[in-house]
């Protein structure tokens, strides 16, 4: 579904993530809502298997579903209260996952006390803002597309409408740096991806 | 941002008082060296972690203070002071053995990252063993009790440690300027250029790697906005306030003078590098012997016709390209 919404694009925009936080081996790594392991996958191959990969989802499904992946540790909990002790990981990321809390400040608070200082906190999600110049083309294939495919496609027409939704309601990127910055995370720094229909944001713990 | 960069420059040769600050990058408070610069020893990262502060010396007169960077409190190394953090409300995780390794508890005492210099400096530490390398930035985060990750918070690695060591001994030379004031001009230039010189001695074997370092494109416009800043430094303090073109020619000879002693320096094998200091001493008589520009240097006339021509002239006889 990911494929078809986004043209198979949000590979690039998940390979570029980890490419930007560039994994070495030996470090411990969190990524968190990341149900389907796409993240967790590739920086245990950018890390050539020598480290730590955990994962951790809301949902018991996608953890279940999730297991057989071998060399990834899979735990359930909520991002805005990580079951892991403070201090205890060297990168946390958080793809596309993040406009669906509730509380933003409280998942980067969180964020901040399972990592290691000088850790980095990484976060790929949509741009609440169209990009300049497309908005008009992007609102009808928001709007109007990608309900209809999820109807199509999956039969849930309600969840899809309320995806495009959550991305319009959620922080415009220069926000969602503050809001990092006001969490204790220093050097903030964001990149728009794909003309800025996606956003990366990095911080490092401090 | 360049172009207010640019203003600023513009108002600086146009004003005589000192009211505006060329941007510097806002790295922490100048430590104070101690004036036996023969006996400089480069203080262990760990001493540095004591408070100190930015001010000016009191009584500094009415010129109005050159904007600082904002005085950094470069904290004492705390232990683990989110105690509440380890007192979680963790529902479940502590029970299950796979999430606790024993690095947690060396990770509960380490210290905070207050800013990004305490990496820089505690790297700095590093520099003689590894060099002008992202893997000193890595060990100086080790040290300092910090994951290796936020050396990735300096994409440009070596450029930006060369780069924060030179602010740091500029400010340090801007402190012994100031106890210094007084003094002839000119012989307070060729002072000041040795005592800065003289703080690169503890990196003079890796001094070769930082200086091909500046001239890579990524981090050419900071070394030479430190340069800039270096000279116009040593020239206020001895005590120049030309508001005309012979701003720009005084400083680019010292500019000059400071480069190829520099360069000198690297391959000078003598006893306490007294070749560099004598080949200085040549390059500072020249600059005030030789061409139109030397009047300006020694501060008889300011302004005057040609003095592009004459001051890049006297440059080309300081760097010996002038077949002396």
Not at chain 1, 188 to 206: D, F, N, Q
Not at chain 2, 143 to 172: A, I, K, Q
Not at chain 2, 300 to 318: I, K, P
Request: hydrophobic share 40%; proline share 6%; aromatic share 8%.
């Amino acid at each position: 579904m990911n494929d078809l919404m986004s043209g198979g694009i949000h590979r690039l925009w998940k390979r570029e993530m980890v490419a930007w936080l560039a994994p070495r081996p030996g470090m411990a790594v969190l990524d968190v809502a990341g149900g389907t392991g796409d993240i967790a996958r590739r920086v245990l191959a950018a890390m050539e298997g020598q480290g730590r990969v955990i994962v951790c989802d809301a949902s018991e499904q996608m953890v279940d579903a999730g297991r057989e992946r071998t060399c990834i540790d899979w735990l359930v909990g909520d991002a805005e209260a990580l079951p892991l002790p403070a201090r205890s990981v060297d990168a946390c990321t958080i793809a596309f996952g993040i406009r669906n809390l509730t509380r933003i400040e409280r998942a980067l608070a969180e964020a901040r006390r399972v990592l290691r200082p000088g850790g980095r906190f990484l976060c790929l999600e949509f741009s609440s803002r169209p990009p300049a110049g497309i908005e008009r083309l992007y609102n009808a294939y928001s709007f109007a597309v990608i309900p209809l495919l999820g109807a199509a496609v999956t039969g849930q027409r309600d969840a899809y409408a309320y995806l495009v939704e959550s991305i319009r309601r959620f922080p415009p990127p220069e926000l969602l740096a503050s809001m990092m910055g006001d969490a204790g995370f220093g050097g903030v720094r964001v990149r728009p991806l794909s003309a800025g229909i996606a956003t990366l944001h990095s911080g490092w713990r401090i | 941002m360049s172009a207010s960069r640019g203003l600023s420059l513009w108002r600086l040769a146009r004003a005589a008082p000192r009211t505006v600050s060329l941007a510097k990058p806002s790295y922490s408070a100048p430590r104070v060296l101690p004036l036996a610069t023969q006996t400089l020893t480069y203080p262990s990262p760990r001493r540095l972690l004591s408070s100190q502060t930015n001010s000016d010396p009191p009584g500094f007169g009415s010129i109005p203070p050159r904007q600082e960077p904002e005085s950094n409190q470069v904290s004492a190394e705390i232990p683990d002071s989110d105690a509440t953090d380890d007192a979680t409300s963790d529902p479940e995780l502590t029970s299950d053995p796979e999430m606790t390794s024993d690095s947690d508890s060396s990770w509960s005492e380490s210290s905070e990252l207050d800013e990004p210099s305490v990496v820089l400096e505690a790297a700095l530490g590093r520099v003689p063993a590894l060099g002008w390398t992202p893997a000193a930035l890595e060990e100086g985060a080790r040290d300092m009790g910090l994951t290796h990750v936020v050396e990735d918070m300096f994409p440009r690695g070596g450029g930006e440690l060369v780069d924060y060591f030179d602010t740091v001994c500029n400010s340090d030379l801007v402190e012994f300027l100031k106890q210094r004031a007084e003094e002839d001009g000119v012989k307070l230039l060729e002072e000041a250029v040795e005592h800065r010189l003289r703080m690169i001695i503890p990196h003079v074997n890796n001094w070769p790697q930082a200086m091909a370092l500046k001239a890579f494109p990524v981090n050419a416009p900071t070394a030479l906005e430190n340069l800039g800043l270096l000279v116009d430094d040593m020239w206020y303090y001895a005590g120049d306030r030309s508001t005309d073109f012979s701003w720009y020619t005084k400083r680019g000879l010292l500019a000059t003078i400071y480069t190829s002693t520099e360069v000198f320096m690297v391959q000078d094998t003598s006893v306490d590098f007294q070749e560099t200091w004598k080949f200085l001493h040549r390059r500072m008589e020249d600059a005030n012997t030789f061409g139109k520009a030397s009047k300006e240097f020694q501060g008889l006339v300011s302004g005057g016709v040609d003095t592009f021509s004459a001051g890049l002239n006297a440059a080309l006889n300081a760097c010996g390209m002038k077949g002396r």
